[in-house]
């Protein structure tokens, strides 16, 4: 028989101590590897939503909430903005800013964001497609990779969008469809479960709900009209003001269509925020932000700032965790060197046998460490699949995978140096043990 088969017979006398050091070792690991691979997706996906987005230009509200919203697209719009205060800052030919990218906010379909924007749009985030065209006409949409697969969405597929995103909907159904004639390539973003349309669709979207608020005002101010009519003819000055009326109304204007941020100056209609990439890092740069909040009807937010407070805000729960998987790890070694020394005062006399039958001290000293070796790769490779099987849990049924991209398919080289440095303490602790039966004395224990 040799080391190996032995060790592992050694170990399975007595399967409750091995097994509870095992899942000792294991949950340790577990919780440890779990904050790293949250941490370094949720900083990962942080990044790539916010690059290249120096400001972000919204309605008065959260600073927070802008980012959640218009950048990682997990929260609701603080509001919309007019193009007529938003127009000074889509110049292309502004002195401080590189680009300016415009976005429309607050419609979905089946749980997936719609986002009204421009062509500009696409080769700033590095989104190609992998099937049609960009739209170039009003009603058109391009999706992300996600969200075609999940809903089910092909080229030629014809959408009816829902007014108000999933948390807030409010169950009302555009009649407008929307055809979709672009499939995006995957790109481990955000945006894999977006639907992009041009802004001015979100403004055909909303025409009919605007024609109904005007419809009402114009209604009150009729009767206002009438009444004031009425009166004129008490007194002798009695005008008909029908024509006028009649002929205002069938005049619509022409549709708008917007592709570009340079035709939304054309217009004056509202959208949700402006993302600003800046010229340079200059004085005038860091206080554009500054003067904006100061001066204008408008939030400037730096995206980098917010994001920095929301590490913050979750790292102390973060910490904690951690703590509590060091706690256990410490635990673990503890028990491994108490099983190891009960392992000794059991196993004296099958030394001694050992010794005897032509074995030597290192003979002994391997034992131990084959030993120590099988129960910490156990544990480990149970704390890796239950590390990423509660990741992938928690992204298809807690959401983790929409909102933050996290997934329990990610893999990282910090998961080998934790599993490296756990061995190595594990080797270290089991030395005193390991020790003694290296200098074991056979005959007084075979005399006992």
């Known amino acids: ?20 050091v095992v899942l000792m070792m294991a949950i340790a690991f577990c919780l440890i590897d779990m904050i790293v ?44 903005i007019a193009t007529t205060d938003a127009k000074a800052f889509l110049n292309p030919k502004h002195p401080l800013i590189a680009s300016a990218l415009p976005i429309s906010l607050g419609d979905s379909y089946q749980s997936f964001r719609m986002v009204g924007t421009v062509l500009e749009y696409f080769p700033k985030y590095g989104l190609e497609l992998e099937q049609g065209i960009l739209f170039d006409q009003n009603l058109q949409a391009v999706v992300g990779a ?20 999933v948390t807030e909907s409010d169950g009302h159904t555009h009649d407008k469809k929307i055809k979709v004639v672009g499939i995006l390539k995957p790109s481990g ?114 995206p980098a700032i917010e994001i920095n407070r929301l590490y913050e805000l979750t790292g102390s729960a973060s910490d904690v ?49 084959l030993e120590v070796l099988f129960i910490m790769i156990f544990g480990l490779i149970i704390g890796f699949i239950m590390t990423h099987g509660f990741l992938e849990i928690g992204s298809r049924y807690l959401g983790l995978g929409e909102k933050y991209q996290i997934t329990g398919y990610y893999f990282c080289k910090e998961e080998i140096q934790i599993a490296v440095f756990a061995l190595f303490a594990a080797l270290i602790a089991s030395m005193y043990p390991i020790w003694k039966a290296y200098r074991q004395d056979v005959s007084k224990t075979l005399s006992e």
């Open 1 to 20: 028989m040799n080391l190996f088969s032995l060790a592992w017979k050694n170990l399975i006398v007595k399967p409750s101590r091995f097994l509870f």
């Open 37 to 80: 691979l949250v941490n370094k997706q949720f900083s990962q996906h942080f990044g790539k939503s916010s690059e290249g987005a120096d400001l972000i230009l919204a309605a008065k509200g959260s600073p927070l909430q802008s980012v959640l919203c218009n950048l990682l697209h997990i929260d609701a719009p603080t509001g919309n």
């Open 146 to 165: 996600d969200a075609a697969k999940k809903a089910g969405i092909k080229i030629g597929s014809e959408i009816l969008s829902d007014h108000g995103i």
């Open 189 to 302: 973003t955000v945006q894999d479960r977006l639907i992009f349309t041009n802004i001015s669709t979100y403004w055909l979207m909303h025409e009919k709900e605007k024609e109904d608020h005007d419809s009402d005002s114009l209604s009150d101010s009729l009767s206002d009209s009438l009444s004031h009519s009425h009166s004129h003819s008490d007194h002798g000055h009695d005008h008909d003001h029908s024509l006028g009326l009649s002929h205002s109304l069938s005049q619509s204007p022409p549709e708008p269509l917007v592709n570009y941020t340079h035709q939304l100056l054309e217009y004056d209609q509202e959208i949700t925020a402006i993302i600003l990439t800046m010229k340079g890092k200059n004085i005038q740069s860091l206080n554009f932000g500054r003067q904006i909040n100061e001066n204008t009807n408008l939030l400037a937010v730096n």
């Open 321 to 369: 965790l951690y703590i509590i998987g060091l706690v256990l790890a410490v635990l673990t070694l503890v028990a491994l060197f108490i099983n190891l020394l009960q392992v000794m005062d059991d196993r004296k006399k099958e030394i001694a046998i050992i010794r005897l039958s032509g074995g030597n001290k290192i003979t002994s000293v391997k034992l131990l460490i």
